[in-house]
């Protein structure tokens, strides 16, 4: 069993940063491809970002060249740093990992208004 904790979301004003964390228990996470999704209000859920066990990457037409995603292994903890955020950005971020199966955070809300 994973349990996927996110942490990190908050209010921020338009053009900041926030840096989410995703912190994983169990032994599966160092194989796990890992991603962040979103969920506006009244809108499907999407992928964000995510990044394989390998590290390579891959990110939401919308957020490249402003959100990065990382991985700390030895940490069992996968990051999503936000910059210049923009109102549209505003959603829940769930956290998500994938290996044989898949498992789902409860999310962490990011608000980016003035």
């Known amino acids: 069993q994973v349990q996927l904790v996110e942490s990190g979301g908050g209010l921020v004003q338009p053009g900041g940063s926030l840096r989410l964390s995703c912190a994983a228990s169990g032994s599966i996470f160092s194989r796990s491809i890992m991603g962040w999704h979103r969920q506006a209000p009244g809108n499907q859920r999407v992928l964000v970002a995510a990044?394989?066990?390998?590290?390579?990457?891959n990110y939401a037409d919308s957020v490249k060249g402003r959100f990065t995603i990382s991985r700390d292994n030895a940490k069992n903890t996968v990051y999503l740093q936000m910059n210049s955020l923009k109102p549209e950005d505003t959603a829940v971020y769930y956290c998500?990992?994938?290996?044989?199966?898949?498992?789902w955070g409860k999310g962490t809300p990011v608000t980016v208004s003035s």
């Open positions: 998500n990992a994938r290996y044989k199966s898949e498992y």
């Open positions: 990044i394989t066990s390998g590290g390579g990457t």
